[in-house]
């Protein structure tokens, strides 16, 4: 990764119209992973 500095985004919006493409998609595979380990928790529940 090159050196920059830190970008500050106050909001999704900011973040998806001017984050790099890898930060975004490191992200949402987060949000992904997160989401799943919930789902998973109680496969029964509504």
């Known amino acids: 990764m090159s050196a920059r500095p830190e970008l ?3 909001n999704i919006s900011q ?3 001017n984050a790099p493409d890898e930060q ?3 992200l949402w595979k987060e949000v992904a992973d997160k989401l ?3 789902l998973e928790k109680d ?4």
């Open 36 to 38: 799943m380990e919930e």
């Open 43 to 46: 496969q029964d529940a509504p």
């Open 8 to 10: 500050d985004f106050k």
């Open 15 to 17: 973040f998806t119209k």
């Open 24 to 26: 975004q998609q490191a």
